[in-house]
Each structure stands twice: as C-alpha cells, then as structure tokens.
C-alpha cells in the first residue's frame, strides 16, 4: 500500500491507484476530461497534469501510478498555469453556444473554465466548423463543434459494451467522433455515452430541449426495470410544470454503486420512465357502478374491500401479487392473509414474452424485486393455489374475490381465453396498480398505487441486496403507496399486528427485519446508499 | 577526405544486389556476431557512441539494453523507415542503395535483443525503395540469411505505411503497425517493456541498423573516433534548398554547418546571400546566416539551441520570407498532428491560422506574442515529441527574425 502526501496530505492508497483518484482519497480534485474510473487510460486531455518532486515536468495524474514517499503538488504555478493553457486549448474551436446547449448547467468545460480557466480570450480567427446534430442512434445526438475528442464515448463502445460502433476520424482539429461506415449507435447501453460526455458533444434526444437542468430536482432511486436494481437518479422538473410538455419526470441518470451497476445503466431503465406520467395511470379509487366505473372515495374503497374480504371463506379469495412491489408492501400484504388466513397468494405471472438478459447488466426478470417476495414469503401457503392454479379456479368459480397487483394479464403467458375466464369466472375483481390496463378495466374495484418515483422503499435484487429507493415526486391524484393502502385495510378490518400502524416505509421495513430472518438486524436507514445483502 | 561508411557502395553498379554487398565484405559482420554473446554486443554498440539517427539522437546500445533480459515474451524488432520529417530523404537512398546493410544491421540488433522477428515500416510514398528493398529481403530468404533454419532465424516482415508524418513516431509507428490509427501510445510502458502487439520492442532507424554491421566489423573504438566525444561515426546529410550541389551528403558528425554549406555543397548559388539554415529537418529550430559554425553532431546543435534531428539540412538564401517559411512548416503541423492530444491538435491550427493570416497582410501587432505564449505553454504538455517539434520552428522563426514578421505586420492593412 504506497503512503505518499499530496498537497502536504499523507494518503495511503492501494497498490496500481493514479494520482487522479490517490488525490480524490485526500479530498482533493484533479480535473480532467478524459479519465474516466470505468475506462482505460487516454491521456488525451492534458488537463490531469501535476507537479512530483524529482521529477523535472509536470505529469499526467491519470497515467501516473502512486508510489510509495511520492510528493506530488496540485496547486504549483506551474500547474495552474498549465491548466489554463489546456482550458484554454479546449476551447478555441468550441462554439460556446451554451445558452443553446442541453448541458449548460452541467458541463466541465464551463464549470473547470470558472475553477481552472478565467483568462481573457484570444482567438479571434474562424473556429474549425463540424457537423452538427447528428443523430448516431436512436437516443443519442452529435455536435462534432462542441466535441473535446476525449474519446470517453469510444472506448465505452470499445470496451463496456464492446460493440464499437464509434471512431475518432480525420486528424488534427478537423478530427471528429463519428460511426464507422454502416454502425449505428444502438446497443443496449447507448445513453451511457451521455452521461460520460463532458460537455455538450452528446446529448439525449429524449431530453434535449425539455428543460434546463437547473430547474431539475434529483432523487436517489432504483431502477424497476428489472432484477440487477440499477442505482438510479430520478431528475424531476416540478418547478417549471410549462416545461418538459407537462411531464414531471424529466430524465433518469446511473448512480455508482460498484457491486450493482458502476457507472451504467441500460437504455430500457433510462428510457422506462414514461409510466409514471402516463396517461394510464389511475388517480383515485374507482367502483364498477353497472357498465360504467365512478370514482370514490378511499374510505369508501377501503370499507368496500375490507368487507368483501370479510365475507369471502379464504379459499375462495386468490392474490395475484407482483414483484414491483417493495419490500415493505409485500411484508404487510403477508401480514394481512396471514392474518385473514388466505393461502392463495403467489407473485409468479409467467410473462408472455422471455426477458432479454446479457452478461453485464440486464436481466432476463423484468421484476425489481422478485427476490425479496421469494423471501418473504409471498408464496401459496399450505395448500394454496400458485398463480396458475389461482387464474383456473377463478375461471371455474371457486376463486371469487380475485385481487390482482400491478399485473397486466394481457403481458402475461397466459392464453387470452383463460385470462377472460378468470375475470369473467370472479364475481369480485380487484386490481390494485400505478396504470391501469385492460383488465383494470374490468375491475369492479380499482386502487390506484403510488410509482415507485413518487414513493420510499426498498427493493430487493437478484443478487439478495437490498436497497432503498426513495420519493423524487408526490404521489399523482389520490394515489398512494401500497403499503399504505394494505395498512389501512389491516387497520379496518381490525388486524392487531402493529405494523398497520405505519406511517413510514421505514417503520414497515423495520418491522420486515423484526420478523423475516433473511432481513435480521437491517434497519431502513442502515441500509445507505449502498445497501445491504440479505443473510445467507 | 573522410573515409565513407554509408555511401561507400552508393556509385556501383547493382549496389542493392546481394552479390556486389557480398564483395565489399556483406554479412561478414553476421558471422561474427554470431560468435559474441548478445550483452557483448550491446556493450560494443554503447562503446561505440553510436547515436539514433531518426531524429531523436538516443544512444542506440543502451536503447537495445532496455530489453528485459531473460524475459520468455517474442521480442520485436522494428525498423522505422517512415522517413517523413521534411527536408529529410537518406534513409530512402540506403533502402535504394545499400538494403542489405539495414537486413545485416537487423539481424545483429535481433541478436543482440534475442529477437526472432523483425517489421521494417516503409513510408507508404516510398514505391521505390519498397520495391527495392523487399527484393532485398527475398533475396535474403533465397541465400538463406532469414527464416527458419537459416541459421539466424529471424523473419523480416515488410510493411508499408499510408501516408502520415505521426507515423514515423515511434509508438505512433507501432499502432500503424498494430492496424490502429496512428496515435502515438502514453508512456509509461515505453515500447522496450511493452510495444508492438504489446510485447517487448526495439524501433530503431534504418540508417542507424546500417552502421551496426561497421561497427561490429571493425570495432566500437574505430567508429567512435570517427565523431565527438559524445556521438561516434558519420552520418547522412540530406542537404536541400539553396545551395549549389543539393543532396546526400555522408560526412563525420562532428563537420560545421558551414563546412557542410560551403565545403560539402558548393555554398549558396547565383550570387545569393545565406539568409537561414534548418539544421535537422523542420522540427529543428532556425539558424541564421550567423549561427553556422557549429558542429552538426547531436550535442553540438542541443548547445546551439537547435537539434541534430534527422539532419535534414533546408538552406534558404535571402529570396526567402520568414514568414511564408513560417507559414509553410505550421501548415505542415496543422495538416499533421495526429489530433490526439489537445493542446497539439488545437493549437497547431490555430498558430497556421495566424501565420497565413500575417502572410496575407492581415496580421496585427498582438499575433507575434501569440504565437510565441502559445507555443510556449503547449510546449512539453503531450504524450509525444511532435508538439514540441512543431514549436523549434514557430519560436525560432519568430524570435529569430521578429523584425521581419513586424515590418510585414505594418506594411499590411490589418494592423
């Protein structure tokens, strides 16, 4: 492990660590363009570059290794004059058409211009003219102007996803990042590129022009697109609803999480927000009255459902849960058929068409938290039906109140007879969910849940992590969280168990790890950005 | 008259033919290395001051040492012949004219570095001396001096360029050879730990390979006499421009420029006055009229503030403007920084645009300093020496005649 002092700081470092994140350790930033932690090592940029003692000229941080008694100096003149000159060699030929440019706000030439840069600009003469908005794929749009030729997003291709749809072409400052003659930037991880790129070069065709990203708001969140949990920001607009054509999400970017997702996130999780402002979404309790449905009231719905669950014998009920739900909803949704000793309950819909998975991020489970229903247990009880079994008795009369979660049973495997059997069969149809669907529609009871953005909780992953994701936005309507309308229901239909008196994810999550020894000794906030794996 | 080493088969008939270097004493100096142990002919080549003679002036011997020893990787021999600096054409007349002193010279040094197999670089432009030298190499094969079981066991693979300057780099060379884009690779790992196919490498100039068969023949000491303290031997001149007797020109490396100019070259034609001299190739800072008694070896045009380089001499007398000259080489380093690095890929074109800017008449009192600071602060800031080669001329030119550039600068109409 090398000791050495960087800025008067001693820091000890893992063996094979650079300077860039030897000094990162210590507090202390080195700019740079086009190192990137998950990327080989460029060397392009010039920005990295510090002062060793010993050694004669200023060296590059990214490609020089910590050794042990290294003195190295981030702030001589030497460097800081370096680095201007580099800031100000990044930008001669850049347009500076930020008040035009989606990464105003966030871009690292403006911010390293403010911190690094500061010198009066000299050239005057043409800048070298590029292409501009070209789109490379079907998320991802190119300004060659506006490019630093940090060839972060080429070795992504070259080296994440291996696909190698992009070059750098032509030489000197008419060099421009292109796609290879043919290619198209459409692998299942393209948006990352975005996110990588420094400054303006690449940015999002679904996000350009919707917002500025100062009016943005950020949640920490998990993506719900599949089993892998990918940590996720949810970047909200709420405080310019004329913008981003009414939509209140505006954009979802990766956040690290080493054992989970790096850096990186799949186009499915980025671009599978769309849900949540949706159209289809279910904004208050609504009643089958005839042929028509009316909205109610939540007590009334409550009382309404509690009581035909008091009037129905358990084996007559079935419960279609779904690994969407949280940890938390789940737990209570066990509690309560415990309680009203229901046995009927499975979260397995088989889907009509197999996932896709990959040997990086995306799998083949479309299910955040398939996991954590495993293990807690939302599965049929002694002498219960699965989920399969629960679908024919309601096609044959012997399920008759069917509560269905989240599920859109025409995604399911399921031939569309049985599925119009089971909701015909069913003298009492209840589907609880964020979108309705067309068996939504034929409901007789339909309660409208919180997305998974507009609410806490924790989802459990494939590999048994169990994470915390958390409100970027209030819940749309009168929707509410799941776990919230299970403890109401447990609160009128009398249930003791003092879970139903949440007010909290937390405390429900709490009360999880109380009882469920997979969970033992987790506590919500113990969980922390990076989660906790479930006991073996 | 000094005694010529290089060029002394230049004049004869079919010098590039195996037999005519097999009279003159061809691949004797094999036979004997054969006979040494590889450090022992590392320790001649250190001892003989032999200098790398593709612009960069590194001792070849200790280059050769840098190979880890005993290390169980293929080792490469690479031979660079993109011969690009301009104002530089001697390699192509040693790949024309003597090739089989560059094979012999490679199979010492692959002795010498325990290598097995060798890539010569060929500079795309270079049809000719392809043609030539690949003759060579199968001439070669025939006579059982490469391949397996020829006793030496070294196989030359002959590779052409496509036509860029930042080739003729070194690792810029290996990633051409590679089959990537011509990017000079960031160092740590320098080639001889990790070069071509990431494998240990030694790339060394032809004309540096073309000395080593001497030196081995007849000894480190006689060839080290022949130059300074510091570089031994002669070397090629490729001398152009304004003088009576232009080309190559093989002398010891210790002669003055103006030995050179004037002795060698017939001096400055048509009654003309000397104005300037690029000593080594145009990465080489300017000398004026004033500057030419110096020794042309690698120390003595460092102590001049300019470099040996390729020693591609480029005279100019006083028909020629400064700024045009100016304006030429960085358009030359405009059209060929390899655009990785950013402080060479952007300035490069921001200073041609500044110099063709003055040449039209459009420059203003404030572009000289520019140039000079920006020249300045890219200095020393890239991976590769290409920059620092783009900035001998553009400090050198101006600092050198900065009236010159002035009085162009008012008598134009964008001052």
């Known amino acids: ?536 | 008259m000094t005694e010529k080493i290089f060029t002394r088969n230049f004049h004869r008939a079919d010098s590039h033919t195996l037999s005519v270097y097999r009279e003159t004493g061809g691949y004797t100096a094999v036979a004997k290395a054969l006979s040494m142990k590889p450090a022992t002919i590392i320790e001649e080549v250190k001892k003989s001051n032999l200098r790398g003679l593709g612009g960069a002036g590194f001792p070849a011997g200790v280059k050769w040492s840098f190979i880890p020893e005993g290390s169980p990787a293929p080792k490469y021999l690479v031979v660079n012949a993109d011969e690009g600096e301009p104002g530089t054409f001697k390699d192509r007349y040693l790949l024309e004219r003597d090739p089989h002193a560059v094979i012999e010279g490679m199979l010492i040094a692959a002795r010498a570095i325990d290598s097995r197999l060798g890539f010569v670089y060929i500079r795309g432009e270079y049809v000719q001396p392809w043609r030539i030298f690949s003759a060579a190499v199968r001439e070669a094969y025939d006579a059982g001096l490469l391949g397996k079981g020829s006793g030496f066991d070294f196989d030359i693979v002959v590779h052409r360029g496509a036509g860029a300057y930042i080739c003729g780099e070194e690792t810029g060379l290996l990633s051409s050879l590679e089959g990537k884009k011509g990017w000079p690779k960031i160092k740590p790992p320098f080639p001889a730990i990790k070069g071509a196919f990431g494998q240990p490498t030694i790339v060394n100039n032809v004309e540096t390979l073309a000395a080593v068969p001497h030196i081995i023949n007849r000894g480190a000491l006689w060839f080290s006499g022949l130059g300074t303290k510091t570089q031994g031997g002669t070397r090629l001149y490729s001398v152009s421009g304004h003088v009576v007797s232009p080309g190559v020109v093989e002398a010891p490396v210790s002669i003055t420029l103006r030995s050179l100019i004037y002795d060698e070259c017939g001096g400055i034609p048509n009654g003309r006055r000397l104005k300037a001299v690029v000593p080594g190739g145009s990465s080489a800072a300017i000398l004026t009229a004033d500057e030419i008694d110096v020794a042309m070896d690698v120390d003595g045009l460092k102590d001049a503030g300019t470099m040996a380089g390729s020693a591609g001499v480029i005279v100019m007398d006083d028909t020629v403007s400064i700024p045009e000259a100016l304006m030429v080489v960085a358009r030359f380093y405009a059209h060929e920084s390899c655009g990785q690095c950013t402080p060479c890929r952007e300035s490069t074109g921001w200073i041609y645009k500044i110099a063709h800017r003055i040449v039209e008449g459009k420059g203003r009192k404030e572009d000289l300093d520019t140039i000079l600071d920006v020249a300045k602060r890219g200095a020393g800031t890239t991976i590769c020496a290409f920059y620092d080669g783009a900035v001998g001329p553009y400090i050198s030119y101006v600092e050198k005649f900065r009236e010159e550039f002035e009085a162009l600068i008012r008598s134009g109409n964008g001052a």
């Open chain 1, 1 to 536: 492990m090398p000791k050495l002092t960087i800025d008067g700081k001693a820091v000890e470092v893992a063996a094979g660590t650079n300077l860039i994140e030897a000094a990162r350790q210590a507090g202390i930033e080195i700019p740079h363009y086009c190192y990137h932690p998950g990327l080989t090592i460029a060397g392009q940029c010039r920005l990295c570059m510090v002062d060793i003692e010993k050694v004669p000229r200023p060296q590059i941080g990214c490609n020089t290794l910590a050794t042990d008694g290294m003195v190295v100096h981030t702030g001589t003149e030497r460097v800081l004059e370096t680095r201007k000159s580099i800031m100000e060699f990044h930008l001669i030929n850049h347009p500076l058409d930020c008040p035009v440019c989606d990464q105003a706000g966030e871009c690292w030439l403006q911010i390293y211009y403010m911190r690094h840069g500061l010198y009066d600009p000299r050239m005057t003469d043409e800048k070298v003219h590029k292409p501009k908005a070209v789109p490379l794929g079907p998320h991802v749009i190119l300004d060659a102007e506006r490019c630093i030729l940090c060839s972060r997003c080429v070795r992504f291709c070259d080296e994440i996803t291996k696909t190698g749809e992009l070059g750098i072409f032509h030489r000197g400052d008419q060099s421009e990042i292109g796609l290879f003659p043919g290619a198209t930037l459409e692998n299942k991880y393209s948006g990352n590129v975005i996110d990588i790129c420094p400054v303006g070069a690449l940015t999002d065709r679904d996000f350009r022009f919707q917002v500025r990203v100062w009016y943005l708001d950020t949640a920490r969140s998990i993506c719900n697109g599949c089993a892998r949990g990918c940590n996720i920001e949810i970047h909200t607009n709420r405080s310019r609803p004329h913008h981003n054509q009414g939509r209140r999400v505006a954009r979802i970017k990766p956040r690290f999480h080493a054992d989970v997702n790096e850096w990186w996130i799949c186009d499915a999780g980025r671009y599978g927000f769309r849900g949540i402002d949706d159209p289809s979404r279910l904004t208050a309790p609504m009643k089958r009255d005839g042929d028509r449905a009316v909205e109610t009231t939540w007590d009334d719905a409550i009382g309404t459902l509690a009581q035909a669950l008091s009037r129905h014998r358990p084996e007559e009920i079935g419960i279609l849960a779904s690994p969407q739900m949280s940890n938390e909803d789940l737990f209570l949704l066990t509690r309560l058929t415990e309680h009203l000793r229901i046995v009927n309950v499975d979260f397995r819909v088989p889907p009509r068409t197999p996932g896709d998975q990959d040997d990086f991020l995306i799998r083949a489970d479309k299910n955040p938290n398939s996991r954590g229903a495993e293990l807690g247990g939302v599965v049929p009880g002694a002498g219960g039906l699965d989920a399969g079994g629960i679908l024919k008795a309601a096609a044959r009369k012997q399920i008759k109140l069917l509560w269905i979660f989240h599920h859109d049973l025409a995604q399911s495997a399921w031939p569309e007879t049985e599925q119009r059997a089971a909701l015909e069969g069913a003298g009492l149809v209840v589907f609880q969910g964020t979108n309705g669907n067309p068996g939504s529609a034929r409901a007789h009871l339909a309660l409208p849940s919180a997305a998974y953005a507009e609410r806490d909780g924790t989802f459990t992953n494939f590999q048994g992590r169990v994470q915390r994701f958390r409100a970027a936005l209030s819940p749309l309507g009168d929707a509410l969280p799941d776990w919230d309308i299970l403890a109401r229901l447990g609160r009128t239909l009398g249930a003791s168990d003092r879970a139903f008196t949440a007010e909290r994810a937390e405390q429900v999550f709490n009360a999880l790890a109380g009882s469920v020894t997979r969970f033992a000794g987790m506590s919500y906030r113990g969980l922390g950005d990076a989660g906790q794996m479930v006991k073996s």
